[in-house]
């Protein structure tokens, strides 16, 4: 992700594919912060300075220029079931701006199985005619599951679980 955006070959939707509890909305998060601007620090490519302005703001969710698109609350304060479609209209909304801080404007959908039919589709707009310095990360737990038009629209990024040795490796 990190080599697309700096090496200018940025897709405008990755489709963040792999079991639950992989870490795809982690990454999805780590890359917002270089995304949106945050000073890469440390060893590996995503690495930020948890006091960056940018980093706190994202993990705020405060940042102008990112948009989380996930299952809210229901009338009653409890998380729904899926995401509704009138959610998912808002990321069309949040890209018909121009970027607040000049950079790039991304989107973090988590997770694409929690879409309903109609918020699947709501979001194709955005997939078929993606705005200028914006970037979509699409978190998919089945990508199976999801609809073929939004699936053809990414850049699937397939992750995996670490196998025994390389966690003892890492640990080690």
């Known amino acids: ?6 090496g200018g070959r940025m897709h405008h939707a990755w489709l963040l594919a792999g079991a639950k509890g992989l870490g795809k909305a982690t990454l999805a998060y780590r890359f917002a912060r270089i995304a949106l ?24 969710q405060s940042h102008p220029d ?6 809210g609350l229901n009338d009653r304060g409890k998380p729904r079931r899926e ?4 959610d998912a209209r808002e990321l069309g909304q949040f890209f018909s701006l121009a970027p607040s801080e000049g ?12 879409l309903n039919r109609n918020a699947a589709n709501a ?12 970037v979509l990360l699409l978190v998919c737990h ?5 609809l073929a038009t939004i699936r053809s629209r990414c ?14 490796a890492a640990l080690g």
Not at 1 to 6: F, G, I, S, T
Not at 66 to 71: A, E, G, N, P, Y
């Open 1 to 6: 992700l990190r080599d697309a955006l700096h």
């Open 37 to 60: 601007g945050a000073k890469h620090t440390g060893p590996r490519p995503l690495d930020v300075d948890p006091e960056d302005q940018v980093a706190r703001r994202i993990a705020a």
């Open 66 to 71: 990112l948009f989380i698109l996930r299952r």
């Open 83 to 86: 995401i509704a479609v009138d």
């Open 103 to 114: 950079g790039m404007r991304v989107a973090i959908i988590d997770a694409v199985d929690d």
């Open 123 to 134: 979001i194709l707009k955005t997939l078929e005619e993606p705005p200028a310095h914006s």
């Open 142 to 146: 089945a990508p199976g599951a999801a």
């Open 155 to 168: 850049r699937r990024l397939a992750l995996r679980a670490l196998g025994d040795d390389a966690v003892r």
